[in-house]
């Protein structure tokens, strides 16, 4: 039975329960799944499933996609799979390739065909969906080669109508699209059906939106790379596909998941019109699902249990909208905004007022509040994110004597600029090669090498090992100059330079035993009681998961079962914030404290003015984070607390 027509049949052949707001959202959770279905009491109009961890997401969507396969399979028939490229699959073909090599999963008898492809794309180019699905899932499968169907990016322009009409009649061919994968953009694109795509429309070229384009412009090195066109599956295509699976994960797509599963369908939004469809099912992490009313606002679609993180969560929804201090809220406020059910719990407004009020003043902790004389470990994903992020908690941590260790886990080569590396290398030939310590011949060696890499080099080829070292080796200068503006030395930085990071591409490998191997011995040797991990999902590429996910499995391996482990603050990057009702600790910065976190930012001088993967947001880095910490002040003072100047957010886990 399909996902999205009810509640599914568990793993172990039990039925699945469906879970109601209480406080939480419904969420698939472990095994057996459960399913978090539309009600009658949500307002999504395609079933949607919430799923607590981005793996499991992935594992979820493939055993479904598996037992499709073998149910197919079973009755002699294929199975026709349309496919799609992204960040976000790539779990799921991971757990296929697993499946396949572990449990006999078959693609012998599997038609597949992909969603699109960009145009003008040679089919040997790194940014080639071809070769991306050949490195990613088809040449780890047994499927055949034949019937592997992928819109070809490199025909001549007049050729391509026909071959979108001859792409249209192979799946016709084929029976239709069994189970389509779909992923989503941030204008709610499906495949490369830009906003005004219609209802009708089949596979055909497209003009390519410029968010989607700035979205792929980490990919390409530069959005000026990135092609204008794409050949694309319509949204009729895709709709006539007998199941659709969409994922999302991450906080950056929390937005237009709302958009795509609670608002009107609108030719502006084209995942709105899988509302039509009678067999699609939405797969979204925690974080993707975040704006969801039945997360954001349970209470305003069913009756919930008032804990004391809901309670907080409703009264400071309930003063913003109000436009009111937390303790001016009165009983018509309440009544007004579908909370009465909370007022009567405490008995009084001012109840539950002074409640909400008290709990989020006692999050505020200055210096004097903070851990002293406590071995730390700052984990930092990039050579960046310590002084982004934690610049502000970091000097305070310094000034009350705890032993920092800043342990820098990637080496963020590929965010520097290939100017960066000709300026460094006419500063080696400027230089007396005495004063470095090396010959003549070999600082010439060097610079004769890199230049005539880069003077080839096409947009996004990875570099060759000489120039990833080069730029290694500028992140990691700049890391140390940041945290001496904190009163850090390079004595207090590690550099982890994890091993699934050394792709030389944007895409990673996936964390495996040796990522872990370096984080685990690093706890061992420091024996830390403190440690500062990313908890930033919206990193669009990825790392702080990933490193996250490194340090879980390590902290798992260093202090097994009861081990009294060290305590884990997470921070999050420089994308994001922690709302004040999900922070457990708030650190008040002072002017001077902010301009001197700012002043750290600027000695990552390769990141400074235009950072080769800004996301979304063209400020820099110092800009967000000036905004972002002063924004955090700002929405406690609205709220009736004390008023500081900037704040920075952590959860204590």
């Not at 001549?156 to 792409?167: H, K």
């Not at 890199?450 to 700049?478: C, M, N, P, Y």
């Not at 690093?522 to 999902?537: S, W």
Request: charged share 25%; glycine share 8%; aromatic share 8%.
């Amino acid at each position: 039975m399909s996902l999205a027509s009810g509640t599914p049949a568990a793993s172990d052949g039990s039925q699945a329960r469906t879970l109601q707001a209480s406080g939480g959202p419904a969420r698939v959770s472990g095994s057996p799944f459960l399913h978090a279905g539309v009600t009658g009491t949500t307002r999504e109009r395609i079933p949607t499933i919430i799923v607590e961890a981005h793996d499991e997401l992935a594992r979820l969507v493939a055993g479904r996609i598996a037992t499709l396969m073998r149910e197919r399979e079973a009755a002699g028939r294929q199975v026709v799979l349309g496919l799609a490229t992204g960040s976000t699959p790539i779990g799921v073909y991971r757990e296929l390739i697993r499946m396949h090599r572990e449990e006999g999963l078959s693609f012998a008898h599997v038609i597949s065909f992909n969603l699109d492809e960009y145009y003008p794309m040679r089919v040997e180019s790194i940014h080639s969906y071809r070769r991306f699905m050949w490195e990613n899932l088809f040449s780890h499968v047994n499927i055949d080669a034949a019937n592997v169907h992928i819109p070809d990016g490199a025909l001549a322009r007049a050729e391509v109508d026909a071959a979108c009409a001859a792409y249209e009649d192979a799946i016709t061919a084929a029976g239709g699209i069994d189970f389509q994968l779909l992923g989503i953009g941030k204008t709610g694109h499906i495949g490369f059906n830009e906003p005004g795509s219609g209802e009708s429309s089949r596979t055909r070229m497209v003009h390519l939106d410029s968010i989607t384009r700035r979205d792929a412009a980490a990919d390409f090195f530069g959005e000026e790379n990135v092609p204008r066109e794409a050949i694309t599956m319509g949204i009729a295509t895709i709709l006539g596909a007998r199941e659709i699976a969409i994922l999302a994960t991450g906080e950056h797509k929390a937005g237009v998941v709302r958009r795509a599963v609670e608002g009107e369908i609108d030719r502006a939004v084209a995942a709105t019109f899988l509302q039509r469809h009678a067999n699609t099912t939405f797969y979204v992490d925690d974080a993707a699902a975040a704006d969801l009313t039945r997360v954001a606002t349970p209470w305003l679609v069913d009756e919930v249990v008032w804990g004391e993180p809901l309670t907080v969560r409703a009264v400071t929804w309930l003063a913003a909208r109000c436009k009111k201090a937390i303790l001016k809220l009165t009983q018509h406020d309440y009544a007004e905004n579908g909370l009465t059910s909370l007022v009567a719990q405490h008995g009084s407004p001012g109840a539950v007022n002074g409640l909400v009020f008290n709990i989020l003043g006692a999050k505020i902790r200055g210096k004097s509040k903070l851990p002293r004389s406590l071995k730390t470990i700052c984990f930092s994903p990039h050579p960046d994110d310590d002084v982004i992020s934690m610049g502000g908690i970091l000097r305070k941590f310094v000034e009350n004597g705890n032993d920092m260790t800043v342990a820098y886990m990637t080496s963020g080569n590929i965010a520097v600029f290939d100017h960066d590396v000709r300026r460094y290398m006419d500063f080696l030939e400027r230089s007396a090669a005495e004063a470095l310590h090396a010959s003549g011949d070999g600082v010439r060696a060097l610079t004769e090498t890199v230049h005539a890499f880069l003077s080839r080099k096409q947009a996004g080829e990875v570099d060759i090992r000489e120039v990833q070292d080069i730029k290694r080796i500028i992140r990691e200068a700049e890391a140390v100059s940041g945290i001496e503006v904190m009163g850090l030395s390079k004595a207090n930085a590690r550099f982890l330079n994890l091993p699934f990071y050394q792709t030389g591409k944007v895409r990673k490998d996936p964390i495996g035993p040796a990522d872990v191997a370096i984080v685990a011995d690093l706890l061992r040797e420091l024996q830390p009681e403190l440690i500062f991990v990313a908890g930033d999902l919206s990193d669009p590429h990825g790392t702080h998961r990933m490193c996250k996910e490194a340090i879980d499995l390590a902290l798992e391996e260093v202090y097994p079962g009861t081990t009294k482990r060290p305590e884990v603050w997470l921070y999050r990057g420089a994308w994001q914030e922690w709302p004040i009702t999900e922070a457990t600790v708030l650190v008040p910065l002072s002017q001077e404290e902010l301009t001197i976190k700012i002043q750290a930012i600027f000695k990552h001088q390769s990141q400074k003015d235009s950072a080769p993967f800004p996301g979304q947001d063209e400020r820099e880095f110092w800009q967000r984070v000036e905004q972002r910490n002063k924004s955090t002040a700002t929405i406690l003072d609205e709220l009736g607390l004390a008023e500081y100047f900037a704040m920075e957010a952590y959860v204590i886990v």
